[in-house]
């Protein structure tokens, strides 16, 4: 033990520093500093789940690596989370682990985050903000759920940045990213109903995304005009990796939601608006040498209307959408995770 | 002082416990022999393969018989691919690694190989020697050699893959034939 050899017991502060300092020699640390995890907050986290300690949540068989409920309590205190959140950290890591492009991503030069989404009543429960900020900082619960994914890729499968994990550029907010959605201001039934549970009943989605970008439109009262500068961003080349298509998803602000909404359109009828305009002539992308796929005129640069994932989340203080990029060609396997609690 | 901290790097399986893999003999000639190709789905690797495989039977006298690719770049070659690579080939070529997840899967799939007593070479681009290390050090064989070439593959021309693949082969035929304790295992 090198952390601060002289840390005396009769100094709780420093005593709780040298803890810190000593997690991160230990090489546990993302960067920042983890709150050390004992067995009675292990416990605290395992009396929240049915499930029990030992069950294998996860495995990468090419990296002879599995994680237990128990270790991802460990992880999940580490990240900063209180026990009560652990059944949300669960669901969360189960969304993320059945998406398709999971198993190889978390080593992909691409570096994708997971992108946790809270739907249900646990949002008011637990303090997981959904309206202004959403996308962070500034919660406890949203910032250390989103962690704990991380530092369970990181400590329970052993993929370390630029050892497994070759993220070329990474991304801003990996790990970082969860949010609630703002289902009292969405015009449509929440993302987990689309993912096949039950509005109402608290759930948990997850795409892996490589980055966001905002659409700020506050000019016009038009859907369709709205709906074009969404399309023209979601059409652009650059998130274009080759083969069949691109992939494209929106965080849409309350306002303009609300507009889609009042004018009529569903959560399917923009989807399909978006899947018909976000187009490209092959021409532009073989000006970008991105041409060797792209055959059909005009070409869609997104898989399927419905492979268009669309949440509502933030205030309704000013008409700002953001688009999101998934990682890979598979978008969104389409399935919410309920969340269980021990009591139920 | 802080034992009582949970270590959440400790999961059921640690790779610490598994055996250091045994690499096979090394033939002394490639001559006369079978030669099989592993490659995996990144943009130009089956190009690269097939003009190695094509200068490695032009130089040395092998005979390729088969040449497969393995459907996705983060697990190991299926088991069936092993099965057709250890039943017809004498020896294989593995590549081309040039991306996180595939660079590291292409030495598993190497190490694989030399278990099944198949002498085996990787080529994996030059950028991600790091994660191709950490591989070998989860399969139990810390130092395993493989072969590197410039990154970036997937951008090259024909000529350029060529060009690429030409220049790799002597050190394929090294990597093939050399005694295993200096080709393959580390010092």
Not at chain 1, 61 to 75: F, G, K
Request: proline share 7%; glycine share 10%; hydrophobic share 45%.
């Amino acid at each position: 033990m090198t952390a601060s050899p002289e840390a005396s017991t009769d100094d709780p502060v420093a005593l709780a520093k040298a803890a810190i300092e000593y997690c991160y020699e230990q090489g546990w640390s993302d960067g920042l500093p983890m709150v050390p995890a004992t067995r009675s907050d292990v416990d605290a986290c395992l009396a929240t789940t049915p499930h029990p300690a030992a069950e294998i949540i996860g495995s990468q068989p090419h990296l002879s690596r599995s994680i237990t409920v128990a270790q991802a309590a460990a992880n999940a205190i580490m990240a900063g989370c209180k026990p009560e959140y652990f059944p949300v950290v669960l669901a969360a890591w189960q969304a993320v682990c059945q998406e398709r492009s999971s198993r190889g991503a978390w080593q992909s030069t691409s570096g994708p985050a997971p992108l946790i989404v809270v739907n249900g009543p646990v949002r008011q429960r637990l303090g997981i903000n959904y309206a202004g900020g959403a996308f962070g900082p500034g919660f406890r619960a949203n910032a250390t759920i989103a962690r704990s994914i991380g530092l369970m890729v990181r400590n329970g499968y052993g993929v370390r940045p630029q050892q497994l994990e070759q993220a070329t550029q990474g991304l801003p907010g990996r790990w970082s990213i969860c949010l609630g959605e703002n289902e009292e201001m969405s015009p449509w039934e929440p993302l987990s109903a689309v993912g096949g549970v039950a509005a109402g009943t608290d759930a948990v989605s997850a795409i892996l995304i490589r980055t966001v970008e905002y659409i700020d439109n506050r000019s016009t009262d038009s859907a369709e005009a709205v709906l074009t500068d969404f399309a023209d961003t979601l059409g652009r080349m650059g998130a274009y990796v080759g083969g069949p298509h691109s992939s494209g998803g929106l965080v849409l602000g309350p306002e303009h939601a609300q507009l889609l909404g009042n004018s009529g359109y569903s959560r399917a009828d923009v989807q399909q608006w978006l899947f018909e305009h976000a187009v490209r002539d092959p021409a532009d992308m073989t000006a970008a040498g991105k041409g060797e796929h792209v055959a059909d005129r005009p070409f869609a640069m997104l898989p399927s209307a419905d492979a268009i994932p669309i949440i509502v989340a933030g205030a309704a203080n000013a008409a700002m959408s953001m688009v999101f990029r998934p990682f890979g060609w598979a978008a969104w396997a389409g399935r919410s995770v309920p969340v269980e609690w021990k009591d139920q | 002082m802080f034992e009582s901290i949970i270590d959440p790097t400790i999961g059921p399986a640690s790779a610490a416990s598994q055996p250091r893999p045994t690499l096979a003999d090394r033939p002394e000639s490639l001559s006369g022999l079978r030669l099989g190709l592993l490659a995996n789905t990144k943009r130009n690797a089956e190009q690269f393969l097939a003009d190695v495989g094509a200068e490695l039977a032009r130089q040395y006298g092998v005979v390729p018989v088969l040449a497969t690719k393995k459907p996705n770049i983060v697990d190991t070659a299926p088991t069936e691919i092993m099965a057709q690579l250890t039943d017809q080939c004498d020896v294989v070529v593995v590549g081309v690694g040039d991306c996180g997840s595939c660079s590291a899967s292409a030495v598993a799939d190497g190490i694989l190989l030399e278990q099944a007593g198949i002498p085996a070479a990787v080529i994996i681009s030059d950028a991600f020697t790091v994660s191709a290390d950490a591989m070998a050090d989860l399969r139990g064989a810390p130092g395993y050699r493989y072969l590197t070439t410039a990154h970036p593959v997937a951008n090259l021309t024909a000529e350029g893959v060529q060009a690429r693949a030409t220049q790799a082969v002597p050190a394929v035929a090294a990597m093939l034939t050399e005694p295993v304790l200096a080709a393959a295992q580390p010092a």
